[in-house]
């Protein structure tokens, strides 16, 4: 990744980017530019450093800062900016590459350009794992940043204490380390790259912070949910009260790190008010009991839930949880959002724009499972849809990465689930079909080790198509009606 500036003192700006709707991490986020490396960077010269992996990560970064911003630092003569965008236009449109640029036009690249700044990994919750590299780089005398719609959709400068402001305010949402290289920023030029350098050691001491929204704390913890998903993320909501929304992990050392965040914020002034759940599965109240004991809150869920946990309030469709406004309101609006799970509950934040979705959706391109008969197809259908309706822009969700964009990544969710639909509906011309050949048939591009999941959900189609009279069951097997 790169960290762009311009300016000194008080007048220092960064380049921010904002991520694309189509992208499948984190769309909509706030982020600096930068990417995976490429084949190409191996091939691309650069004087200053001999380890050959850093070399590879400087090409790297060299590339995708030009690519994205059409900003090339490190050359030792700069060419003028029209010849500039002519050569990223080429390397953009895939006929060249930068080595072969460099080689037609006799650029030479050195590592002083680029200053270390940092190295992330993402978090547990994470299906997507990365580790990212941050290079400071002072934009070049003449040039400026630009970005192609794509795979980013703005990019701006900005005052980092300005960008910190719009974050408190709730007005951008962006990773860790975008906060943590903003802080630094914001400190000023002296010492700057050594405090980027150590800011992900002192970002995990004494405890990793996940905020990538002001009052929004997430917390991943260890659990056994379905594959690929490893960890349920629990969420701290508010600023001055919280509402804890399902604390998963039940294991000790997983509690005891949620209850270590906890400890963290309550030094700030923050304090445990109640407990949500947006339903029963294990994987999303491991660690209830150790909170209830611990904090003596009241839980709440819905009533479908409380048919399994103990809770404390009934939670119904449209009621609000109320917590002590800090600098914005922090009132949760519940959504009864069947079709995972009877209880299935999502909590809107509507201020940010912001919703806890719990397994109603995952995060990154996966799908639920919704498995019969606590699972209902129409039933999650229509909760999809109702959420169309609703004042989302973030979703926070229970398993993999929250994400931005969300009105076009719950109309692809609902395509999705047709296109299933249409799929188990052309497998049933054939005549009776067992449910284990219809999944062969229907889940043909799903790898067979995940298909006795998929035969859940298939199942779940039957069942809608079958209320609908559009299939039927004979024996042990399913035919079109």
Not at 50 to 65: G, H, K, N, Y
Not at 444 to 470: F, M, N, Q, V
């Amino acid at each position: 990744m790169v960290v762009l500036i311009r300016g000194r003192g008080k007048d220092l700006e960064t380049f921010w980017v904002r991520r694309g709707a189509e992208v499948t991490v984190m769309p909509g986020f706030m982020a600096f530019p930068g990417g995976s490396v490429s084949a190409q960077d191996r091939d691309l010269p650069i004087a200053g450093v001999s380890d050959r992996e850093e070399a590879v990560r400087r090409a790297c970064a060299l590339r995708e800062a030009f690519e994205e911003t059409g900003v090339l630092t490190g050359l030792s003569s700069a060419p003028a900016p029209p010849d500039l965008e002519a050569a990223r236009a080429r390397l953009l449109e895939g006929s060249v590459t930068l080595p072969e640029l460099a080689r037609e036009r006799g650029w030479t690249f050195c590592a002083d350009a680029l200053a270390y700044a940092g190295r992330w990994q993402t978090p547990p919750f994470s299906t997507s794992r990365f580790d990212a590299v941050y290079y400071l780089v002072r934009v070049p005398e003449g040039q400026e940043p630009s970005v192609h719609p794509g795979e980013l959709a703005a990019g701006e400068w900005i005052r980092p204490a300005a960008a910190l402001e719009r974050y408190r305010r709730g007005e951008a949402v962006f990773a860790a380390p975008v906060l943590w290289t903003l802080r630094a920023l914001a400190e000023g030029e002296e010492g700057l790259a050594e405090r980027l350098a150590h800011a992900p050691e002192i970002a995990r001491d004494p405890i990793q912070r996940i905020e990538l929204l002001w009052g929004i704390v997430l917390v991943p913890m260890k659990t056994r949910p379905l594959p690929p998903a490893t960890h349920t993320n629990a969420y701290l909501i508010g600023e001055r009260e919280m509402a804890l929304v399902d604390p998963g992990g039940g294991e000790p050392e997983e509690i005891a790190r949620l209850f270590g965040v906890m400890d963290t914020l309550a030094q700030e002034g923050r304090t445990l008010k109640a407990v949500l759940l947006t339903h029963h599965h294990p994987d999303h109240i491991g660690g209830l009991e150790a909170v209830r004991a611990r904090y003596a809150v009241p839980v709440a869920a819905h009533a479908q839930t409380a048919a399994h946990v103990r809770v404390d309030r009934v939670l119904a469709d449209r009621d609000r949880v109320e917590l002590a406004a800090g600098v914005g309101a922090w009132d949760l609006r519940v959504i009864h959002t069947p079709g995972h799970a009877r209880g299935h509950l999502c909590f809107l934040h509507e201020r940010t724009r912001s919703c806890f979705c719990g397994d109603h959706i995952v995060g990154g391109g996966g799908t639920v499972i919704v498995d019969p008969p606590e699972g209902n197809m129409a039933a999650y259908v229509r909760s999809l849809e109702r959420l169309l309706e609703e004042p989302v822009e973030t979703l926070f969700p229970a398993h993999g990465s929250p994400q931005g964009a969300a009105q076009r990544r719950i109309r692809w969710l609902i395509a999705h689930r047709r296109e299933l639909e249409q799929k188990g509906l052309a497998a049933l011309e054939s005549g009776p079909l067992s449910l284990p050949r219809l999944v062969e048939r229907a889940y043909a591009d799903t790898p067979a080790e995940l298909w006795p999941y998929a035969e859940r959900s298939l199942l779940a189609h039957l069942e809608k198509l079958e209320a609908e009279g559009r299939a039927a069951r004979v024996g042990e097997g399913w035919q079109r009606a």
